[in-house]
């Protein structure tokens, strides 16, 4: 946690494709206490 009161959220993740063969990522957002918000970061 910051003092900002912004905090870091990564999630990595696995599912299958079209052709049933698994794929991984990981996404990244902000949290904002003061706005209750999250916006994305990235995504690969």
């Given at each position: 946690m910051r003092d900002s009161g912004e905090h870091?959220?990564?999630m990595?993740?696995?599912a299958k494709?079209?052709?049933g063969a698994l794929t991984?990522?990981?996404a990244v957002?902000?949290?904002s206490n003061a706005t209750c918000?999250?916006?994305i970061?990235?995504?690969d």
């Open positions: 870091s959220l990564v990595t993740y696995r494709n079209g052709f991984g990522g990981q957002e902000t949290y918000t999250a916006q970061v990235s995504v």
